[in-house]
């Protein structure tokens, strides 16, 4: 399986973004799959989870500002970045659980 992420950017804060994870491969699947972030000097960190047949689940920090949705179609997931603060700034990976897969990561940077 591989993983290409896309959608980051520089953003004001309280701004948003939409980030992508297209998943390719022998076998796609929406199962199982994962958001993380690592921000400079600092370890990767969880920021949400996806499976396709369930409920999508936040990290403490982005509940209520992240929602993480997928397009079987597409063969791709997405994470809505809204009410962006400056501490959201980190470089994104998407994580398949299944193969231990990670992407290439995309860099997010909130600042005015």
């Known amino acids: 399986v591989q993983l290409m992420e896309s959608g980051g950017g520089l953003v004001q804060p309280g701004g948003s973004l939409r980030l992508s994870c297209a998943v390719s491969?022998?076998?796609?699947?929406?199962?199982?799959l994962a958001w993380y972030r690592q921000a400079p000097g600092k370890q990767r960190e969880w920021v949400a989870g996806?499976?396709?047949?369930?409920?999508?689940t936040y990290a403490d920090s982005v509940l209520g500002r992240f929602t993480a949705s997928g397009d079987n179609a597409e063969n791709t997931i997405y994470l809505q970045m809204n009410s962006l603060k400056p501490e959201d700034t980190a470089v994104y990976y998407c994580?398949?659980?299944?193969?231990?897969?990670w992407g290439q990561g995309t860099q997010v940077t909130v600042s005015s």
């Open positions: 994580k398949d659980f299944l193969t231990s897969s």
């Open positions: 491969g022998s076998q796609p699947s929406l199962n199982y």
């Open positions: 996806f499976t396709i047949a369930g409920a999508p």
